[in-house]
């Protein structure tokens, strides 16, 4: 199981209350299934939003065959108005 830390930009940060937090995850979908657990808003936010895995879009790879390194950074990318 991989550990780093997960961004939330813009509505993302705002539903989950902060900046970014620690994680402990094998794959992308299991991060995603940690941080929205009991996180309505959250789990709303993350369902639009793309993700960037150490710098690199995961675009439309399955969530469950993005395998998280030990010591990555996820980015939770919400749409953004105005692009």
Do not use: C, N
Request: proline share 5%; glycine share 10%; no cysteine.
């Amino acid at each position: 199981m991989a550990r780093g830390v997960i961004r939330y930009w813009a509505a993302a940060k705002d539903a989950a209350g902060v900046a970014e937090e620690p994680f402990e995850a094998a794959t992308l979908a299991e991060l995603v299934t940690r941080i929205t657990g009991g996180r309505d808003e959250l789990a709303r936010v993350v369902l639009r939003s793309s993700f960037l895995v150490d710098g690199e879009p995961v675009g439309r790879r399955a969530h469950d065959a993005v395998v998280l390194a030990d010591g990555a950074t996820v980015e939770v990318l919400p749409p953004f108005a105005g692009g």
